[in-house]
């Protein structure tokens, strides 16, 4: 998004790159990370072993720990699409959002440990363990 590109890992660290090729670190012990996403508010980067992790940054450069809910258990994926992002993880969690900073659970029928997600033409698909998943409009 707006010209970068950036990767987390599970080691906490948050990578920046203009190109695709040369990589920078932002961060370094921003906890166990799985995903990031881009959308209105900037990026969105999600993960959590036993409780949920976010960071946001406005331009990929500077980053900033949100607190999640102490009940917001680890988050996988991350997708932004129709001005909400859209964060998944452990026991069925789905979380919505368009400031990157206030979340709203969401509850589906079916709660699996959800490692997939997508946004597109104003709706959403999770995919979780056991081939579950959800479509919903965001």
Not at 99 to 105: I, V
């Amino acid at each position: 998004g707006n010209g970068r590109f950036v990767g987390v890992s599970v080691q906490g660290a948050i990578f920046t790159s203009v190109d695709g090729r040369t990589w920078s670190t932002a961060v370094t012990e921003a906890g166990w990370l799985n995903d990031v996403a881009h959308g209105d508010a900037g990026f969105v980067a999600v993960g959590g072993i036993s409780r949920g992790v976010i960071w946001t940054s406005r331009d990929g450069l500077d980053w900033v720990p949100q607190t999640a809910a102490a009940t917001m258990p680890a988050l996988h994926v991350a997708t932004y699409g129709n001005g909400q992002y859209l964060l998944a993880g452990q026991v069925g969690a789905i979380f919505i959002g368009s400031d990157g900073e206030r979340w709203q659970a969401r509850s589906a029928a079916v709660h699996p440990t959800y490692r997939a997600a997508a946004a597109a033409n104003g709706r959403c698909v999770v995919a979780g363990n056991g081939g579950s998943s959800v479509v919903s409009a965001q």
